[in-house]
């Protein structure tokens, strides 16, 4: 199922513009080539909506929000829209400040999205609109008790908004507002490497971006994918690795991974 989706991406190496933070954008540009796409960053008003243009997915990402770039971020999503070019949000850390809470409910305003692709803190903050947990990395949990609770809450949030929501953590939940699925990839180590969740937004463009028909079976994809690839990562540490080989081994898997082994190693449940 999820197999012609990598190939696609593998095939048509499509363009993804990304407006991203300064922490993680080295490695959100490296993942993007490893996963088979091609990334370009712009953040200047004058020009990034004429790289939007000639791209094939955009990815809006509020990780570090400067005033002087503020105004990239409409300006690119509604040419995305213009031209049915899908577009990603990750609204990082959406609750730690009312300048990216402001921000972010703008957005949603303002651009009809592909994906919109956060932790659970960041998503229910969204969802409810209001000030939420105040780090850019989720302490709160998907467990069995508040799974159907969780549920929920993407299936809601996707509907009103038309988007498909892409919750990540220990349990990744996707839905477009009917069917969430529910992938059980990953490792708990992912939560040690700074911008795993950017490169999993980054990696949900690149998807999208090449399967732009498909968008709610793209986004599983990319978080299926990305998981595995922490399995495998962590798998071949050493007794003397650490969280930065794990970084390094995280975009190997990436670089390597074939659609036959993300069908086999998809681990997920319809709800
Ligand atoms: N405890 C965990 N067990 C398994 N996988 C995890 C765990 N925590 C995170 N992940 C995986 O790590 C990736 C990033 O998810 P996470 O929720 O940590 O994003 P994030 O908080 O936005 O990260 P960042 O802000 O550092 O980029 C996802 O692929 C997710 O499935
Ligand atoms: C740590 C951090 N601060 C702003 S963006 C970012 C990268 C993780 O999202
Ligand atoms: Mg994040």
Do not use: W
Not at 88 to 111: H, I, K, N, Q, Y
Not at 129 to 148: F, I, K, M
Request: proline letters at 6%; aromatic letters at 4%; a negative charge.
């Amino acid at each position: 199922m999820f197999a012609p989706l990598l190939q696609n991406l593998r095939d048509r190496h499509p363009l993804v513009h990304a407006i991203t933070n300064y922490v993680t954008a080295n490695d959100c540009a490296n993942l993007l080539l490893a996963c088979g796409a091609s990334p370009i960053m712009a953040d200047e008003p004058e020009e990034a909506p004429e790289i939007t243009a000639r791209a094939a997915g955009l990815v809006l990402n509020l990780g570090t929000l400067h005033r002087a770039t503020l105004p990239a971020l409409p300006a690119c999503g509604r040419t995305a829209n213009a031209r049915g070019i899908p577009v990603v949000l990750d609204p990082v850390g959406v609750g730690a400040s009312r300048f990216r809470r402001d921000t972010a409910l703008r957005l949603l305003r303002e651009v009809r999205f592909t994906v919109i692709r956060g932790n659970l803190s960041e998503i229910e903050t969204l969802a409810r609109g209001q000030e939420g947990a105040p780090g850019v990395d989720s302490t709160d949990r998907v467990t069995a008790d508040n799974l159907d609770a969780c549920c929920a809450l993407v299936r809601e949030f996707a509907r009103r908004t038309g988007a498909v929501v892409a919750m990540s953590g220990s349990v990744d939940l996707v839905s477009d507002g009917q069917t969430v699925y529910c992938i059980r990839n990953g490792h708990p180590m992912m939560g040690l490497v700074t911008g795993t969740g950017c490169q999993l937004s980054c990696l949900t463009g690149a998807f999208a971006a090449a399967n732009p028909d498909r968008p709610l079976e793209a986004a599983a994809a990319a978080v299926c994918a990305m998981g595995l690839c922490g399995e495998i990562a962590h798998a071949r540490l050493g007794p003397e690795d650490g969280s930065g080989s794990f970084r390094t081994y995280l975009m190997d898997a990436v670089c390597r991974l074939t659609p036959d082994q993300l069908e086999k190693g998809a681990r997920y449940e319809l709800r």
